[in-house]
């Protein structure tokens, strides 16, 4: 113990050696000031000599109080480089604290003989000037050192406190990076205005003309808060200005209230197809999975690993990662590890068609809470392999199920696609057949079955976005199904921080449909995909229409007609109503679905799913009609 108290001790000292400097300097203005108040004091002529000795007897004293006090408020510990409000304010109240102890200090010593009373107001005045003076002379040399430093010439759209922030970076970054010329910002109360030194100079919709007149290299947007409307609007200006672009992280990304130039980063698809952020009742789900044994399927998966990643955050006492590949289970699992070291992780390699290995991960790990996110979702190569699509979209499903049943899981969520709705693939109605599969257990224990149905995935691995990425690092052409194809899209945190709260609301039986906002045309994706890495779409790269493939079609819905939907209270989680199945019909079929896929027996696979999932024949006649009358 007195080892560390040492160590303390020789720390401190170290401190404030290093800070000798400005300890010096405000030692040495005290007696400035001081003997500036009697010079004040007596109108800039000499100071009698019985006030002068008398002045000087004191001055230790005042000396000792003030060094005392600077140190008590951590006057000493502002860098004068980042003088700020905090700084003048600790100033202000150590000056005025140690004036009054100096002031009672000389009354007890002196009963104030040869000493006027006006000097300690006047003393604490002088005392303020200097010390606040040298450190914001200090700072505003500093800043014009770095800004005569040549920079990129920089136009920032947003003239909020985001903007603010992000010119003081920029002035204080050495060498300096950027040059601010001029804000915009739609506010035309700003008009005019200056921040920083800096001039509101326009609208928004003026950067194209202002980048030329003032030859800008750069255009930083500044609107953290900006929803994915506004966002577009901007880059829409951005691009007919022809200037490289860059933008800060949205506002809920920027946890600490500052904007930095180290922050700024390329516009990407988030911010264009993205929504307004995700309002949560975390209590709830905290209380519903803290401190819980939680089991992910397809724990490996972009789903998957992003709900590992949220669910760690909410401290459960067990997360159960079920995997068949190897790499992204290893990868995962340290990733947890890295950033959750207080969470416990079973990496588990595991098929859920395996009906033995799931039986026995449940016996060993019984869950309280399950993710079933393990599925195929490949749609044209899909198409072509029945078999293997039934086999473990819903021959696995059924698996977990049954393993959640006899392990008295409270609640299981099955992770659901769009594609269930209206099936026109294999893969939409192995999707259906499993939300009518976990629907049939919900009365047959107390495991609450959901199931949570929403569109595509931003990032998702198979979508869209990795195939248009891969297309345009090859230079094009990128291939679009056709130009009218409108399909939703969420990204992968939201995605799964709504499947968190359905799956805390959830009694069992519902379908949670998630708001997916309006649907995206995918040839306009493929074009801002196009712009965004920097190139002109039809231009530099191409954009080719490949027609419809076996499986898909123009625009996917999120419920039946069938499903009257309701509100769950929630603004962006809707309640489908379950359409009625037979349960005990439903069991037979699965029984002889399980049974067709062990012998490859297509026939009985497609009677049972004309059966379940009568509008998907429905679909494919009116597609045929279509093309023959066509």
Same mark, same amino acid.
């Given at each position: ?45 000499? +100071?009698?000599?019985? @006030? =002068?000795?008398?002045? &000087? *007897?004191?001055?230790?004293? #005042?000396?000792?109080? %003030?060094? /005392? !006090? ?33 002031? +009672?200090?000389?009354? @007890? =010593?002196?009963?104030? &003989? *040869?000493?006027?009373?006006? #000097?300690?107001?006047? %003393?604490? /005045? !002088? ?38 922030? =992000? ?15 001029? !804000? ?447």
């Amino acid at each position: 113990m007195k080892q560390t108290v040492f160590d303390r001790l020789l720390a401190h000292g170290r401190y404030f050696f290093s800070r000798w400097p400005v300890l010096l300097h405000d030692a040495l203005v005290v007696p400035i000031a001081w003997l500036g108040a009697y010079w004040f004091r007596f109108n800039l002529d000499v +100071i009698p000599g019985i @006030f =002068l000795g008398q002045a &000087l *007897a004191m001055l230790p004293l #005042v000396i000792f109080w %003030h060094l /005392v !006090f600077f140190a008590v408020f951590g006057v000493h510990r502002g860098a004068w480089r980042f003088t700020a409000i905090p700084n003048l304010w600790a100033i202000l109240k150590s000056v005025a604290v140690g004036t009054a102890v100096v002031a +009672i200090s000389i009354f @007890f =010593l002196t009963r104030l &003989l *040869a000493i006027p009373r006006s #000097v300690f107001p006047l %003393h604490a /005045v !002088f005392l303020i000037g200097l010390l606040i003076g040298s450190r914001v002379l200090y700072r505003l040399f500093r800043d014009r050192q770095v800004s005569k430093a040549p920079g990129k010439r920089v136009l920032i759209v947003g003239a909020g406190a985001a903007g603010d922030m =992000l010119v003081r970076d920029i002035r204080r970054t050495q060498p300096a990076i950027y040059e601010p010329i001029g !804000f915009l910002d739609d506010d035309q109360n700003k008009k005019g205005t200056e921040i920083q030194g800096v001039r509101v100079l326009d609208r928004c919709s003026a950067l194209p003309q202002l980048v030329k007149l003032l030859r800008a290299e750069l255009i930083l947007i500044a609107i953290p808060s900006a929803n994915s409307e506004q966002m577009r609007g901007v880059v829409e200006y951005c691009e007919k200005a022809e200037v490289p672009f860059r933008t800060l992280p949205k506002v809920q990304n920027i946890l600490d209230g500052t904007a930095r130039s180290a922050d700024l980063r390329t516009v990407g698809l988030d911010d264009l197809l993205g929504r307004e952020p995700v309002s949560l009742d975390w209590q709830t789900i905290t209380q519903a999975m803290g401190g819980r044994r939680v089991l992910i399927t397809g724990g490996g998966g972009s789903i998957g690993s992003e709900l590992c990643r949220q669910v760690a955050r909410l401290e459960p006492s067990q997360i159960i990662l079920v995997e068949q590949n190897e790499f992204n289970l290893y990868s995962l699992g340290l990733e947890i590890k890295d950033h959750f070291p207080g969470v416990e992780v079973a990496q588990l390699l595991g098929d859920v068609c395996d009906k033995a290995a799931v039986e026995r991960i449940f016996s060993n790990y019984p869950p309280d809470i399950v993710f079933h996110a393990a599925a195929y979702k490949h749609v044209p190569m899909l198409q072509e392999q029945a078999r293997e699509t039934v086999r473990n979209n819903v021959i696995g499903t059924l698996i977990v199920a049954r393993a959640a049943l006899a392990s008295h899981t409270k609640t299981m969520a099955l992770i659901s696609t769009d594609k269930a709705v209206n099936p026109t693939s294999m893969m939409g109605v192995s999707k259906r057949l499993a939300e009518i599969a976990v629907h049939s257990f919900n009365r047959q224990s107390a495991t609450a079955f959901v199931t949570v149905r929403f569109g595509n995935v931003l990032g998702s691995a198979g979508s869209v976005v990795p195939l248009f990425e891969r297309q345009i690092r090859a230079g094009g052409p990128i291939t679009v199904t056709h130009p009218d194809m409108t399909r939703y899209f969420m990204t992968i945190a939201e995605a799964c921080q709504l499947i968190l709260q359905a799956c805390t609301i959830g009694k069992g039986g519902e379908i949670f449909v998630l708001n997916m906002g309006e649907p995206v045309k995918v040839d306009y994706l493929a074009r801002q995909m196009i712009r965004l890495s920097g190139h002109i779409p039809g231009e530099e790269i191409e954009i080719t229409y490949t027609g419809l493939r076996p499986g898909e079609k123009l625009a996917e819905e999120l419920f039946h007609p069938g499903e009257n939907l309701t509100d769950t209270g929630y603004e962006k989680i809707l309640l489908a109503e379950n359409r009625p199945v037979d349960e005990k019909r439903v069991t037979e079929l699965m029984a002889e679905l399980d049974k067709a896929c062990n012998v490859y027996n297509y026939q009985v696979i497609d009677a049972i799913v004309s059966e379940l999932v009568p509008e998907y024949r429905l679909m494919d006649e009116q597609t045929e009609t279509i093309a023959d009358t066509g």
